[in-house]
């Protein structure tokens, strides 16, 4: 499969645990996004990446969350003593340069968090 | 800031029905508008896009959207929908190189 991927697909947590999720964007990608998206609305930004440089944050990213991309491959994304309200599915997605300009995004199936 | 809105939070129709779904967006620069779809169990993929020319863009499995940008929209038609459409229909502008996407609309197709 030479899709974007994601691990885990579901993580289970207690509130003040910390969590990290994965993702392999397509190989020749050079930019990767990450959403959070709860029931009943879109996906939200988050923030992105252009190969290991991180171009914006969204400030809904709290300083509890952290995100990498060392090598300009997979990424990961981190949640510092997680809170019942991190509970959301998170979503990556890479793009290639030419890609970019039109915005099309490939999309992983997502890695859903529950904090309980 | 810019922001999208979609009109609609769910839609139930029955097979062979037309559709519209509504989306507004705000944003001063030049848009890339898109249309993306998440069928039950699946990851979103793209429907159709517009970046500029023909303000009427033809996407996947029959459907179509008009860019409107005195009216700042752009609404996604199909003339006969089909039970496998039931699905979330996200609209979605590319603005200063983020995708900032609209809530959703449920679509839900009656067989």
């Known amino acids: 499969d030479t899709g974007v991927s994601q691990d885990p697909r579901h993580k289970i947590t207690k509130r003040g645990q910390n969590v990290t999720f994965r993702c392999d964007p397509i190989s020749e990608h050079n930019r990767l996004y990450w959403y959070r998206q709860t029931l009943g609305q879109g996906p939200e930004f988050l923030t992105y990446?252009?190969?290991?440089?991180?171009?914006?944050k969204s400030r809904l990213l709290s300083d509890r969350f952290s995100a990498e991309r060392p090598k300009g491959s997979f990424s990961t994304l981190e949640i510092q003593r997680t809170e019942q309200g991190d509970s959301a599915m998170y979503l990556c997605?890479?793009?290639?340069?030419?890609?970019?300009?039109?915005?099309?995004?490939?999309f992983g199936e997502g890695s859903r968090l529950t904090v309980l | 800031a810019q922001s999208v809105s979609q009109h609609n939070h769910h839609v139930i129709l029955s097979e062979a029905a037309s559709l519209e779904l509504g989306c507004n967006y705000s944003y001063g620069g030049t848009v890339n508008l898109f249309w993306y779809v998440q069928y039950p169990g699946q990851h979103l993929q793209l429907l159709l896009k517009y970046f500029s020319g023909d303000p009427l863009v033809k996407g996947i499995k029959g459907f179509e959207a008009e860019f409107i940008k005195s009216k700042f929209s752009f609404n996604l038609r199909k003339p006969s929908v089909q039970w496998s459409d039931t699905a979330e229909y996200f609209c979605?502008?590319?603005?200063?190189?983020?995708?900032?996407f609209g809530k959703g609309t449920r679509l839900h197709i009656l067989p």
């Open positions: 990446f252009q190969n290991e440089a991180q171009l914006e």
């Open positions: 979605a502008v590319n603005a200063d190189d983020k995708i900032i």
């Open positions: 997605a890479s793009s290639t340069r030419a890609s970019r300009d039109t915005g099309e995004l490939f």
